[in-house]
């Protein structure tokens, strides 16, 4: 399952036009596209459904890359130079060739394990095993069935994991075993989202009263995994900076949110439609502003630090609070579910 030869193989047939469908295909497994799909579904269509995407995306990104950095396998192109990074189009300076394990059960050679983990050749290599893309199709594409309870879309969801998967082979960032890892990942923690819809628990994430700032147990818990947690594993280096930042900002957004009120599902299509463009234009134009900004702040000797990662996607991610204001002033939602019960 750590094989180079399938992916050499893969590389030796595909053309440009192929490699060119194969980045597309695998942007879709982009943390902006995710954003896009979670932003419509929210704003667009039903906002508690779309929060609970949310949840299982975030926890989703965070426990892959916990595994990540606590295995820490290498990916296909620091295993063998002959394997071309076809996503990023970067050469390949490994000093390693033709290392592919040969069995098809065994793991990573040892000696190439510990030249990827003291990091000494290949500095800039991620981590490899799971493959996040994979993990995070298959949570989203099994959450959105699970949710809405479609048919259709549950259907569509293993030919959307299988292609995924074979678009990270095919541009050389993943062996056969990450993909695999990822799916089933994936699919664990699709389960356990699954068991959470069925579950009396599910509304305690929508009542007001559970994120108050109270000495209760369930108001602990909700702070705790909401916030703690992201920060805690980030300290640890466990987890990234961007992963922290979106975490922490769309939870921060929804305390904001849940506390002041969650706003009712209503309006015309039009007006479902706006909220959806207001959104994405606000998470959007921050997302550019930072990067631009973060990086012309590296251009004069800052280096981008975890806490600047942090801060490009906590910002941006935190502005869903604010979308919410502005499309309550404009008229596009009705009254707050707070408001209905007074």
């Known amino acids: 399952m750590f094989q180079t030869e399938p992916i050499l193989y893969l590389q030796s047939i595909g053309t440009g036009w192929f490699t060119f469908l194969m980045v597309m295909t695998t942007s879709m497994g982009s943390a902006a596209f995710f954003a896009g799909i979670v932003i419509a579904t929210a704003f667009g269509i039903d906002f508690k459904k779309g929060f609970l995407l949310f949840q299982l995306l975030l926890w989703t990104a965070l426990f892959t890359e916990v595994f990540k950095a606590l295995i820490a396998f290498p990916r296909p192109d620091f295993v063998d130079s002959r394997v071309l990074n076809l996503e990023a189009g970067t050469k390949n300076t490994s000093p390693f060739n033709g290392n592919g394990e040969a069995g098809f059960f065994k793991l990573p050679d040892r000696e190439i ?3 990827f ?23 989203l594409w099994g959450g959105i069935s699970r949710v809405f309870n479609s048919r259709t879309v549950s259907r569509l969801t293993p030919a959307a994991v299988l292609l995924m998967a074979f678009s990270r082979m095919y541009l050389g960032r993943h062996f056969l075993g990450d993909v695999i890892g990822g799916a089933i990942l994936g699919l664990i923690l699709l389960f356990t989202f699954s068991r959470l ?3 009396p628990f599910k509304e305690d994430f929508f009542k007001k009263e559970n994120f108050e700032l109270a000495f209760r147990q369930k108001n602990f818990f909700f ?3 909401m916030f703690a947690v992201p920060i805690l594993l980030a300290s640890l280096s466990l987890i990234s900076g961007e992963v922290a930042g979106f975490f922490f900002g769309t939870n921060t957004a929804y305390l904001i949110i849940i506390r002041k009120g969650l706003p009712k599902d209503t309006g015309s299509t039009e007006k479902r439609a706006l909220r959806v463009f207001i959104t ?8 550019f502003v930072l990067d631009a900004g973060f990086d012309i702040i590296g251009k004069v000797g800052y280096p981008e630090t975890t806490y600047v990662e942090f801060l490009k996607v906590f910002i941006p991610a935190s502005t869903i609070w604010i979308s919410i204001s502005i499309c309550t002033k404009l008229d596009l939602y009705g009254m707050t579910c707070t408001e209905e019960m007074k």
């Not at 994405?280 to 997302?287: A, D, E, H, N």
């Open 117 to 139: 983990r003291l990091q000494k050749v290949f500095p800039d290599s991620p981590f490899g095993f799971p493959s996040g893309h994979v993990a995070l199709t298959t949570a």
């Open 223 to 225: 702070y705790f995994a």
């Open 113 to 115: 394990l510990e030249a």
């Open 197 to 199: 819809l069925k579950s």
């Open 280 to 287: 994405l234009i606000l998470f959007g134009l921050s997302t």
